[in-house]
Protein backbone atom coordinates (compact mmCIF):
# COMPACT_ATOMS: atom_id res chain seq x y z
CA UNK A 1 0.00 0.00 0.00
CA UNK A 2 1.45 3.19 -1.19
CA UNK A 3 -1.20 5.34 0.10
CA UNK A 4 0.18 6.91 3.97
CA UNK A 5 -1.16 9.74 6.40
CA UNK A 6 0.64 12.55 7.65
CA UNK A 7 0.66 14.09 10.76
CA UNK A 8 -1.01 17.06 8.81
CA UNK A 9 -4.21 15.28 8.08
CA UNK A 10 -2.68 14.88 4.72
CA UNK A 11 -2.74 11.66 2.76
CA UNK A 12 0.60 10.85 0.49
CA UNK A 13 0.79 8.77 -2.98
CA UNK A 14 4.33 7.43 -2.47
CA UNK A 15 5.02 5.09 -5.48
CA UNK A 16 7.96 3.93 -6.58
CA UNK A 17 8.33 0.10 -8.31
CA UNK A 18 10.78 -0.80 -10.90
CA UNK A 19 9.83 0.13 -14.43
CA UNK A 20 7.72 3.08 -13.49
CA UNK A 21 8.44 6.67 -12.95
CA UNK A 22 8.53 7.03 -9.10
CA UNK A 23 5.88 9.82 -8.04
CA UNK A 24 5.16 11.47 -4.64
CA UNK A 25 2.09 12.95 -4.36
CA UNK A 26 -0.50 14.66 -1.22
CA UNK A 27 -4.32 14.62 -1.32
CA UNK A 28 -6.50 16.09 1.31
CA UNK A 29 -8.55 12.89 1.04
CA UNK A 30 -8.05 8.88 1.70
CA UNK A 31 -10.30 8.19 -0.86
CA UNK A 32 -8.43 10.49 -3.57
CA UNK A 33 -5.46 9.12 -3.06
CA UNK A 34 -6.32 5.80 -3.93
CA UNK A 35 -7.80 6.64 -7.24
CA UNK A 36 -5.07 8.16 -8.28
CA UNK A 37 -2.78 5.20 -7.10
CA UNK A 38 -5.10 3.22 -9.34
CA UNK A 39 -5.18 4.73 -12.14
CA UNK A 40 -1.30 5.92 -11.99
CA UNK A 41 -0.30 2.02 -11.61
CA UNK A 42 -3.12 0.79 -14.24
CA UNK A 43 -1.83 3.46 -16.61
CA UNK A 44 2.10 2.57 -16.06
CA UNK A 45 0.96 -1.27 -16.21
CA UNK A 46 -0.46 -1.34 -18.62
CA UNK A 47 2.06 0.53 -20.63
CA UNK A 48 4.39 -2.67 -20.02
CA UNK A 49 2.16 -4.99 -20.57
CA UNK A 50 1.63 -3.66 -24.35
CA UNK A 51 5.28 -3.42 -24.91
CA UNK A 52 5.20 -6.84 -24.66
CA UNK A 53 3.94 -7.63 -27.78
CA UNK A 54 6.72 -6.61 -30.40
CA UNK A 55 4.61 -6.86 -33.65
CA UNK A 56 4.50 -4.15 -36.27
CA UNK A 57 1.33 -2.88 -37.89
CA UNK A 58 2.90 -4.25 -40.94
CA UNK A 59 3.14 -7.96 -39.31
CA UNK A 60 -0.96 -7.70 -37.75
CA UNK A 61 -1.68 -5.82 -41.49
CA UNK A 62 -0.76 -9.58 -42.85
CA UNK A 63 -2.47 -11.34 -39.61
CA UNK A 64 -5.81 -9.39 -40.42
CA UNK A 65 -5.24 -10.64 -44.07
CA UNK A 66 -5.14 -14.05 -43.35
CA UNK A 67 -7.66 -14.84 -40.77
CA UNK A 68 -10.04 -11.90 -42.48
CA UNK A 69 -9.86 -10.44 -44.47
CA UNK A 70 -9.19 -13.25 -47.51
CA UNK A 71 -12.45 -13.70 -47.04
CA UNK A 72 -13.88 -10.29 -47.87
CA UNK A 73 -14.36 -9.30 -51.37
CA UNK A 74 -11.80 -6.45 -51.50
CA UNK A 75 -9.61 -7.91 -49.03
CA UNK A 76 -6.57 -7.52 -51.38
CA UNK A 77 -7.06 -3.90 -51.93
CA UNK A 78 -7.62 -3.36 -48.13
CA UNK A 79 -4.77 -4.92 -47.22
CA UNK A 80 -2.70 -3.01 -49.40
CA UNK A 81 -4.09 0.41 -48.24
CA UNK A 82 -3.36 -0.61 -45.04
CA UNK A 83 0.47 -1.74 -45.80
CA UNK A 84 0.71 1.68 -47.63
CA UNK A 85 -0.62 3.63 -44.39
CA UNK A 86 1.96 1.49 -41.93
CA UNK A 87 5.03 2.32 -44.24
CA UNK A 88 3.60 6.21 -44.31
CA UNK A 89 3.59 5.93 -40.01
CA UNK A 90 6.92 4.05 -40.29
CA UNK A 91 5.48 0.82 -39.52
CA UNK A 92 5.60 1.06 -35.26
CA UNK A 93 4.86 -1.74 -32.88
CA UNK A 94 1.40 -1.58 -33.49
CA UNK A 95 0.61 -2.15 -29.73
CA UNK A 96 2.58 1.77 -29.38
CA UNK A 97 0.70 3.60 -31.89
CA UNK A 98 -0.95 6.75 -30.03
CA UNK A 99 -3.86 8.62 -31.05
CA UNK A 100 -1.73 11.66 -31.12
CA UNK A 101 0.81 9.97 -33.60
CA UNK A 102 -2.33 9.34 -35.76
CA UNK A 103 -3.65 12.61 -36.05
CA UNK A 104 -0.31 13.70 -36.93
CA UNK A 105 -0.59 11.25 -39.82
CA UNK A 106 -4.03 12.60 -41.01
CA UNK A 107 -2.62 16.24 -40.52
CA UNK A 108 0.38 15.63 -43.12
CA UNK A 109 -2.02 13.00 -45.23
CA UNK A 110 -4.61 16.44 -45.61
CA UNK A 111 -2.55 18.79 -46.71
CA UNK A 112 -1.76 16.21 -49.62
CA UNK A 113 -3.55 14.65 -52.03
CA UNK A 114 -6.15 13.11 -50.00
CA UNK A 115 -9.54 14.64 -49.03
CA UNK A 116 -11.60 13.80 -45.80
CA UNK A 117 -13.26 11.26 -47.26
CA UNK A 118 -10.67 9.38 -47.99
CA UNK A 119 -8.75 9.77 -45.41
CA UNK A 120 -12.22 8.59 -43.15
CA UNK A 121 -12.34 5.15 -45.51
CA UNK A 122 -8.48 4.74 -44.33
CA UNK A 123 -8.97 5.86 -41.08
CA UNK A 124 -12.32 2.63 -40.81
CA UNK A 125 -10.10 0.33 -42.29
CA UNK A 126 -7.59 0.55 -39.78
CA UNK A 127 -9.79 0.69 -36.88
CA UNK A 128 -11.80 -2.39 -38.07
CA UNK A 129 -8.32 -3.84 -38.04
CA UNK A 130 -7.37 -3.67 -33.89
CA UNK A 131 -10.78 -4.84 -33.62
CA UNK A 132 -11.26 -7.13 -35.52
CA UNK A 133 -7.87 -8.89 -33.96
CA UNK A 134 -9.11 -8.01 -30.76
CA UNK A 135 -12.13 -10.19 -31.14
CA UNK A 136 -10.24 -13.01 -32.79
CA UNK A 137 -7.79 -12.54 -29.39
CA UNK A 138 -5.01 -12.25 -31.84
CA UNK A 139 -4.14 -8.50 -29.55
CA UNK A 140 -4.67 -8.71 -25.80
CA UNK A 141 -5.05 -4.88 -25.83
CA UNK A 142 -7.65 -2.35 -27.27
CA UNK A 143 -7.68 -0.27 -30.31
CA UNK A 144 -5.47 2.56 -29.59
CA UNK A 145 -7.55 4.77 -32.13
CA UNK A 146 -10.56 4.03 -30.94
CA UNK A 147 -11.21 7.71 -28.93
CA UNK A 148 -10.13 9.13 -32.43
CA UNK A 149 -13.40 10.67 -33.85
CA UNK A 150 -14.13 10.67 -37.68
CA UNK A 151 -13.99 13.98 -39.44
CA UNK A 152 -17.04 15.47 -40.16
CA UNK A 153 -17.98 16.18 -43.42
CA UNK A 154 -20.66 18.26 -44.79
CA UNK A 155 -23.28 15.95 -47.32
CA UNK A 156 -23.66 17.25 -50.69
CA UNK A 157 -26.16 17.13 -53.38
CA UNK A 158 -24.90 14.42 -55.81
CA UNK A 159 -24.11 15.98 -59.44
CA UNK A 160 -24.40 14.65 -62.82
CA UNK A 161 -23.43 15.28 -66.69
CA UNK A 162 -25.90 17.03 -68.59
CA UNK A 163 -26.54 15.64 -72.03
CA UNK A 164 -24.32 17.80 -73.98
CA UNK A 165 -21.24 16.76 -71.45
CA UNK A 166 -21.64 13.60 -71.87
CA UNK A 167 -21.58 13.89 -75.38
CA UNK A 168 -18.33 16.13 -75.23
CA UNK A 169 -16.82 13.55 -72.89
CA UNK A 170 -17.85 10.43 -75.71
CA UNK A 171 -16.37 12.37 -78.21
CA UNK A 172 -13.54 13.05 -76.35
CA UNK A 173 -12.79 9.81 -75.27
CA UNK A 174 -13.50 8.77 -79.17
CA UNK A 175 -10.92 11.05 -81.12
CA UNK A 176 -8.11 11.41 -78.18
CA UNK A 177 -7.59 8.14 -76.40
CA UNK A 178 -5.18 5.02 -77.57
CA UNK A 179 -6.98 2.82 -74.61
CA UNK A 180 -10.13 1.98 -76.59
CA UNK A 181 -11.30 0.43 -73.76
CA UNK A 182 -11.74 3.81 -71.99
CA UNK A 183 -14.79 4.41 -74.44
CA UNK A 184 -16.31 0.93 -73.84
CA UNK A 185 -16.02 1.21 -69.76
CA UNK A 186 -17.58 4.59 -69.91
CA UNK A 187 -20.33 3.38 -72.05
CA UNK A 188 -21.34 0.70 -69.80
CA UNK A 189 -21.44 2.74 -66.73
CA UNK A 190 -23.90 5.19 -68.15
CA UNK A 191 -25.89 2.45 -69.28
CA UNK A 192 -26.04 0.14 -66.93
CA UNK A 193 -24.63 2.71 -63.31
CA UNK A 194 -22.41 -0.11 -62.63
CA UNK A 195 -19.11 1.04 -61.15
CA UNK A 196 -16.22 1.78 -62.56
CA UNK A 197 -14.56 -1.34 -61.25
CA UNK A 198 -16.85 -3.89 -61.93
CA UNK A 199 -17.12 -2.66 -65.48
CA UNK A 200 -13.46 -2.65 -65.94
CA UNK A 201 -12.76 -6.04 -64.52
CA UNK A 202 -15.52 -7.65 -66.64
CA UNK A 203 -15.29 -11.06 -67.99
CA UNK A 204 -16.22 -12.61 -71.45
CA UNK A 205 -18.83 -14.96 -69.74
CA UNK A 206 -20.44 -12.16 -68.45
CA UNK A 207 -21.92 -10.74 -71.83
CA UNK A 208 -25.22 -12.94 -72.74
CA UNK A 209 -27.82 -12.72 -74.90
CA UNK A 210 -28.14 -8.32 -74.71
CA UNK A 211 -27.25 -8.21 -71.40
CA UNK A 212 -24.47 -7.80 -68.98
CA UNK A 213 -24.30 -9.32 -65.07
CA UNK A 214 -22.04 -8.12 -62.97
CA UNK A 215 -20.20 -10.20 -60.39
CA UNK A 216 -18.53 -9.82 -57.14
CA UNK A 217 -20.21 -6.47 -56.35
CA UNK A 218 -20.09 -4.49 -53.64
CA UNK A 219 -23.50 -5.46 -51.91
CA UNK A 220 -22.38 -8.71 -53.00
CA UNK A 221 -25.36 -9.45 -55.10
CA UNK A 222 -25.41 -10.24 -59.17
CA UNK A 223 -26.97 -8.10 -61.10
CA UNK A 224 -27.95 -8.87 -64.56
CA UNK A 225 -28.61 -6.02 -66.70
CA UNK A 226 -30.10 -5.07 -69.88
CA UNK A 227 -28.41 -3.39 -72.53
CA UNK A 228 -29.56 -1.94 -76.50
CA UNK A 229 -28.49 -4.92 -79.43
CA UNK A 230 -27.11 -2.91 -81.59
CA UNK A 231 -24.53 -1.48 -78.76
CA UNK A 232 -24.00 -4.95 -77.33
CA UNK A 233 -23.23 -6.57 -80.99
CA UNK A 234 -20.73 -3.47 -81.37
CA UNK A 235 -19.43 -4.69 -78.03
CA UNK A 236 -18.69 -8.34 -78.73
CA UNK A 237 -17.13 -7.37 -81.63
CA UNK A 238 -14.91 -5.12 -79.81
CA UNK A 239 -14.16 -7.81 -77.40
CA UNK A 240 -12.91 -10.45 -80.49
CA UNK A 241 -12.70 -14.10 -80.03
CA UNK A 242 -12.03 -14.65 -76.14
CA UNK A 243 -12.31 -17.64 -73.36
CA UNK A 244 -15.38 -17.53 -71.20
CA UNK A 245 -13.06 -16.21 -68.69
CA UNK A 246 -10.67 -13.39 -70.39
CA UNK A 247 -11.19 -9.96 -69.64
CA UNK A 248 -13.08 -8.04 -72.05
CA UNK A 249 -10.97 -4.35 -71.21
CA UNK A 250 -7.90 -3.12 -70.26
CA UNK A 251 -7.23 -1.08 -67.28
CA UNK A 252 -8.17 2.71 -68.63
CA UNK A 253 -9.23 4.99 -65.71
CA UNK A 254 -5.75 6.90 -66.30
CA UNK A 255 -7.20 7.26 -69.64
CA UNK A 256 -10.61 8.32 -68.79
CA UNK A 257 -8.90 10.85 -65.84
CA UNK A 258 -7.04 12.46 -68.76
CA UNK A 259 -10.32 12.94 -70.89
CA UNK A 260 -12.53 14.82 -68.14
CA UNK A 261 -9.49 17.34 -68.12
CA UNK A 262 -9.98 17.68 -71.62
CA UNK A 263 -13.61 17.78 -72.15
CA UNK A 264 -13.42 20.62 -69.13
CA UNK A 265 -15.94 19.13 -67.67
CA UNK A 266 -15.29 20.39 -63.19
CA UNK A 267 -16.17 17.66 -61.07
CA UNK A 268 -16.95 17.98 -57.05
CA UNK A 269 -14.11 17.25 -54.71
CA UNK A 270 -13.85 13.62 -54.59
CA UNK A 271 -15.60 12.80 -57.29
CA UNK A 272 -14.15 10.69 -60.62
CA UNK A 273 -15.69 7.64 -62.26
CA UNK A 274 -18.67 7.88 -59.93
CA UNK A 275 -20.23 10.95 -61.63
CA UNK A 276 -21.17 8.17 -64.39
CA UNK A 277 -23.06 6.17 -61.81
CA UNK A 278 -25.20 9.56 -60.47
CA UNK A 279 -25.78 10.36 -64.36
CA UNK A 280 -26.90 6.84 -64.84
CA UNK A 281 -29.26 7.04 -61.52
CA UNK A 282 -30.29 10.77 -63.14
CA UNK A 283 -31.60 10.09 -66.36
CA UNK A 284 -32.76 5.95 -66.26
CA UNK A 285 -36.42 7.52 -66.09
CA UNK A 286 -35.92 8.52 -69.83
CA UNK A 287 -33.50 5.92 -71.10
CA UNK A 288 -33.91 6.72 -74.68
CA UNK A 289 -32.61 9.86 -73.88
CA UNK A 290 -29.48 9.63 -72.22
CA UNK A 291 -26.96 8.89 -74.40
CA UNK A 292 -27.38 9.22 -78.65
CA UNK A 293 -23.53 7.82 -79.80
CA UNK A 294 -22.07 6.80 -82.79
CA UNK A 295 -21.47 2.82 -82.27
CA UNK A 296 -18.70 3.30 -85.52
CA UNK A 297 -15.50 3.02 -83.04
CA UNK A 298 -13.11 1.26 -85.18
CA UNK A 299 -10.99 -1.67 -82.92
CA UNK A 300 -7.09 -1.63 -82.64
Known amino acids: MSVKPTDKGKWI ?10 IRKSFDAKDDAEIFEREYLANHLGRQQLAADPRTLSELVKLWYKYHGVNLSDG ?99 S ?25 QLRFKQLHNNCVTYEFTKSKRTRTIPISSDFYENLIRFAGYKNPDDRVFTNCIGAFRRAIKRADIKLQKGQNTHILRHSFASYQAKPCCLIKVNFALKNN
Request: hydrophobic residues 35%; glycine residues 4%.
Open 176 to 200: GSDNKSTWYVTQLCLRTGARWGEVE
Open 13 to 22: VEIDRKGIPR
Open 76 to 174: VRRQDKLLAMATELKNPRACLLSAEQFVEYRYNKLQGEWCSKTFNNNHGYLSALYNKLHKLKVIDYDNPIADVDFINIQERQLSYLSKEQISTLMEVIK
